[in-house]
């Protein structure tokens, strides 16, 4: 009895060792770090591995999308991702620094890396946006290489669909959705990007959040940066990451700003059948991270180390 006892209390103690390094990791301060939406270990170290090259945070949300992008099994992202309700790949994404610059690009298709697109037009156009067969002239101008998106798994699933042509956005769906990362770079700057192909089997010609400035991604370097993944309508609907940083303007901590961008959904739409997540980081490097269903996961990098985390939500009930 005396040895299980002891086995016990060890192991207890042990796991309560555990807990409390994951959550001193979690919540310890200081820069650089990265964070991004859902499981996306691959995307958090290659930006951080930029950030180690001396890279700045605008060239580590870059890097870090563009690992969704070229991967095939992504389905909501890039090369892979699950076509519109006409069979076409359409991608939409925007990146913002830390001096206020942005460039966005939507209703792209043919091109695989659209988040290198809107830098491109942040630094080389004087434009923020570009959309549709514009923003692909635009591309191919700059020597990006025009190819098919839609791989067969991604043409299989929509030949599947089309045998009922029904539209349910799905919550969490595969526990993936549209990438939002977030990075605090050596000198404490902050940028942020967003990439997607949208929501599967949408309207031809439909656009989320993921473009828009304010709406998928916002950063201040005066005050941090925020980013969203969801259902993009109701982002938009609030400028969720617009807002977010407003509200740690005016001194909410960076997770009391994403539960009031919450509120201000599920106190207005009809909520429960679809999912909104929102990050957020602070200057200090502090983080948010909140969202409306149970489901909502965020990676996080820090010192070298990423974990992958269960965000907070609304309805517990």
Same mark, same amino acid.
């Given at each position: /009895?005396?040895?299980?006892?002891?086995?016990?209390?060890?192991?207890?103690?042990? /796991?309560?060792?555990?807990?409390?390094?994951?959550?001193?990791?979690? !919540?310890?301060?200081?820069?650089?770090?990265?964070?991004?939406?859902?499981?996306?270990?691959?995307?958090?170290?290659?930006?951080?591995?930029?950030?180690?090259?001396?890279?700045?945070?605008?060239?580590?949300?870059?890097?870090?999308?563009?690992?969704?992008?070229?991967?095939?099994?992504?389905?909501?992202?890039?090369?892979?991702?699950?076509?519109?309700?006409?069979?076409?790949?359409?991608?939409?994404?925007?990146?913002?620094?830390?001096?206020?610059?942005?460039?966005?690009?939507?209703?792209?298709?043919?091109?695989?890396?659209?988040?290198?697109?809107?830098?491109?037009?942040?630094?080389?156009?004087?434009?923020? /946006?570009?959309?549709?067969?514009?923003?692909?002239?635009?591309?191919?101008? !700059?020597?990006?290489? !025009?190819?098919?998106?839609?791989?067969?798994?991604?043409?299989?699933?929509?030949?599947?669909?089309?045998?009922?042509?029904?539209?349910?956005?799905?919550?969490?769906?595969?526990?993936?959705?549209?990438?939002?990362?977030?990075?605090?770079?050596?000198?404490?700057?902050?940028?942020?990007?967003?990439?997607?192909?949208?929501?599967?089997?949408? /309207?031809?010609?439909?656009?989320?959040?993921?473009?828009?400035?304010?709406?998928?991604?916002?950063?201040?370097?005066?005050?941090?940066?925020?980013?969203?993944?969801?259902?993009?309508?109701?982002?938009?609907?609030?400028?969720?990451?617009?807002?977010?940083?407003?509200?740690?303007?005016?001194?909410?901590?960076?997770?009391?700003?994403?539960?009031?961008?919450?509120?201000?959904?599920?106190?207005?739409?009809?909520?429960?059948?679809? !999912?909104?997540?929102?990050?957020?980081?602070?200057?200090?490097?502090?983080?948010?991270?909140?969202?409306?269903?149970?489901?909502?996961?965020?990676?996080?990098?820090?010192?070298?180390?990423?974990?992958?985390?269960?965000?907070?939500?609304?309805?517990?009930?």
């Amino acid at each position: /009895m005396k040895r299980r006892n002891f086995l016990q209390t060890t192991a207890s103690t042990v /796991m309560l060792s555990s807990l409390l390094v994951e959550e001193s990791f979690a !919540q310890s301060k200081g820069f650089p770090m990265v964070i991004s939406t859902w499981k996306n270990e691959k995307a958090n170290e290659a930006a951080w591995a930029t950030l180690q090259k001396k890279g700045s945070a605008l060239d580590a949300v870059e890097a870090g999308a563009r690992i969704p992008e070229a991967d095939p099994n992504d389905t909501s992202v890039g090369y892979g991702g699950f076509p519109d309700r006409d069979g076409h790949v359409t991608l939409d994404a925007c990146i913002m620094d830390e001096k206020g610059n942005a460039g966005s690009v939507t209703f792209l298709e043919g091109i695989m890396h659209p988040i290198s697109v809107a830098r491109a037009v942040m630094e080389k156009t004087p434009h923020v /946006m570009l959309s549709g067969e514009g923003a692909l002239q635009f591309a191919l101008s !700059q020597g990006f290489k !025009q190819e098919n998106l839609l791989t067969e798994t991604a043409k299989k699933a929509w030949k599947e669909w089309q045998k009922e042509a029904k539209y349910e956005p799905k919550i969490n769906i595969e526990r993936h959705d549209t990438i939002g990362l977030l990075a605090l770079g050596n000198q404490g700057e902050v940028s942020g990007a967003c990439t997607t192909s949208g929501l599967a089997f949408k /309207m031809h010609g439909r656009v989320g959040d993921s473009p828009i400035i304010g709406g998928a991604v916002f950063c201040d370097n005066e005050v941090g940066g925020a980013c969203a993944t969801g259902l993009g309508e109701f982002v938009m609907k609030t400028l969720g990451s617009f807002l977010i940083v407003e509200l740690m303007r005016n001194g909410k901590s960076p997770q009391k700003a994403c539960e009031e961008a919450i509120m201000r959904i599920v106190k207005r739409y009809k909520y429960k059948e679809f !999912q909104i997540g929102y990050l957020a980081i602070d200057k200090k490097g502090q983080y948010g991270a909140y969202s409306i269903q149970k489901g909502f996961s965020f990676t996080l990098t820090k010192n070298g180390v990423t974990k992958v985390f269960e965000a907070d939500y609304y309805m517990k009930n």
